[in-house]
């Protein structure tokens, strides 16, 4: 079955910093990776994701990630980290079952933005 | 994408009794799905819902306990049943339109269980 680990539950950057959150995955066959933000209270809403169309992948807010599968690795960055950024992030990974696909989310990491 | 809603947004429930949530999409899709957010947790799949056939649930949860309907291409419901606290959590159904796997959600539904 496949999983997926995010390295640091908790992340504080300085606003205007450089936001790195990194994400790994177990696939034997390339997957399909997704980032996924919760703003408090909220559902979950995607941040980008990767079909094997490009290695690198830009999404909303500003953020992109990429892909890299020696490392087996999809880590979301943003140049210049911004108040409204501080959220919980989740990485996923899809998972083909017999009839459909799922997806599995790793544990999550908080983002704090530091004025 | 898709436009997702889920009632009650929150609710407040005594021990041994039920809550049915609802999750309503704008368009029409085959497959949708419930997962259980417990506080400070991931997402957890529950169960898989597809239109006109029984949801298929997750190993650690069973159909007595989460009772899922699926009558229509637009609309579900997941049941809560026998309530006790360690239900209490986030709840929240998705749906997936592409062939991409990309999951759109709805905003949940928060449940306390006293």
């Known amino acids: 079955a496949q999983s997926v680990t995010q390295l640091g539950s908790h992340v504080s950057v300085s606003e205007g910093a450089l936001v790195l959150l990194r994400c790994n995955y177990s696939s034997s066959v390339p997957p399909y990776l997704f980032w996924y933000v919760q703003y408090p209270n909220q559902g979950l809403q995607l941040l980008l994701k990767y079909t094997s169309a490009a290695t690198l992948v830009k999404g909303i807010n500003g953020f992109e990630a990429e892909f890299k599968k020696s490392e087996t690795s999809f880590h979301l960055t943003k140049p210049s980290a911004h108040m409204s950024d501080a959220a919980e992030y989740f990485c996923?990974?899809?998972?083909?079952?017999?009839?459909?696909?799922?997806?599995?989310f790793g544990p999550g990491t908080s983002l704090s933005v530091i004025p | 994408s898709a436009v997702i809603s889920q009632k009650p947004s929150r609710d407040i429930c005594q021990r041994g009794t039920s809550l049915t949530i609802q999750c309503q999409v704008d368009?029409?899709?085959?497959?949708m799905f419930w997962y259980r957010q417990q506080p400070g947790q991931s997402l957890t799949l529950i169960a898989t819902?597809?239109?006109?056939?029984?949801?298929?649930?997750e190993s650690g949860f069973v159909i007595d306990k989460f009772p899922i309907s699926r009558p229509n291409l637009t609309f579900s419901t997941l049941t809560v049943s026998n309530m006790s606290p360690e239900d209490s959590s986030i709840y929240l159904c998705?749906?997936?339109?592409?062939?991409?796997?990309?999951?759109?959600f709805g905003p949940g539904t928060r449940l306390t269980v006293l």
């Open positions: 996923a990974v899809s998972e083909s079952v017999t009839s459909y696909d799922k997806v599995i």
């Open positions: 368009s029409q899709v085959t497959m």
């Open positions: 819902a597809n239109q006109g056939s029984e949801a298929t649930y």
């Open positions: 998705s749906v997936q339109l592409s062939s991409y796997n990309e999951q759109f």
